[in-house]
């Protein structure tokens, strides 16, 4: 079965230093894998994905993710963190409907 | 790419009242559609999801149901609801070509 786990449910970093979510899948074959946020009360907004090709993927706000597959991991990061990045992310594996269970990012300004 | 509309985006309603909770899709056709749950802000369950008309997976048994009457159109419903139904309901749909998700703005229910 197709799973993907969140071990922080909480990560806070000051403002301009550096972030990561961290997030590991298990997957058979080839992963499609997501990342998620969400703000207070809203729906959850597409951040980026990998399908396939380089390891290090681009997305929306600045934010990246590195696959690794020998480490079966996908971390978001980001260079240097804004207030306006506190809220909840969610990893996520295609074909599976199922996400994990949550990081709540908080930057400390 | 696809937009979901979902209303209302709150909701306050008594124990024992009835459910409708309607969700449509715009900019693709024949999308697999999910209804999800999320309690106290956190992970998401999945409650209910659809892989064409009149297809319905029921993840979870509970007191709601769901019912796909046209291809773009997802309700959720129940007929007695109980207070612990509150919580934050999001739909979401895929698509063959986009791979990921996209999600509605949610609905915040309240049974009081």
């Known amino acids: 079965a197709q799973s993907v786990a969140q071990p922080e449910d909480q990560v806070n970093v000051a403002e301009g230093n550096p972030l990561t979510v961290k997030c590991t899948y298990s997957?058979?074959?080839?992963?499609?894998l997501f990342w998620y946020v969400q703000y207070p009360n809203r729906g959850l907004q597409f951040l980026l994905k990998?399908?396939?090709?380089?390891?290090l993927v681009k997305g929306s706000y600045g934010f990246e993710a590195e696959f690794n597959k020998s480490q079966t991991s996908f971390h978001l990061k980001k260079p240097s963190a804004l207030v306006s990045d506190s809220a909840l992310y969610f990893c996520?594996?295609?074909?599976?409907?199922?996400f994990g269970t949550g990081t709540s990012l908080t930057v400390i300004p | 790419s696809q937009t979901i509309h979902q209303w209302p985006a709150t909701l306050v309603q008594p124990v024992g009242s009835p459910l409708s909770l309607e969700c449509t899709v715009e900019?693709?056709?024949?999308?697999?559609l999910y209804w999800y749950r999320q309690a106290a802000g956190r992970g998401l369950q999945l409650l209910f999801y659809?892989?064409?008309?009149?297809?319905i997976s029921s993840e979870v048994p509970q007191n709601l149901s769901a019912s796909r009457p046209q291809d773009r159109q997802f309700i959720l419903s129940s007929k007695k609801l109980l207070l612990s139904d509150s919580g934050f309901y999001l739909c979401?749909?895929?698509?063959?070509?986009?791979?990921?998700?996209?999600f509605g703005s949610g609905t915040r229910l309240t049974v009081v």
């Open positions: 659809s892989v064409g008309i009149g297809q």
């Open positions: 996520a594996v295609r074909d599976q409907f199922y």
């Open positions: 997957v058979s074959g080839n992963p499609y």
């Open positions: 990998y399908i396939t090709g380089d390891n």
């Open positions: 979401a749909c895929t698509d063959r070509a986009n791979y990921g998700y996209t």
């Open positions: 900019g693709t056709s024949n999308p697999n």
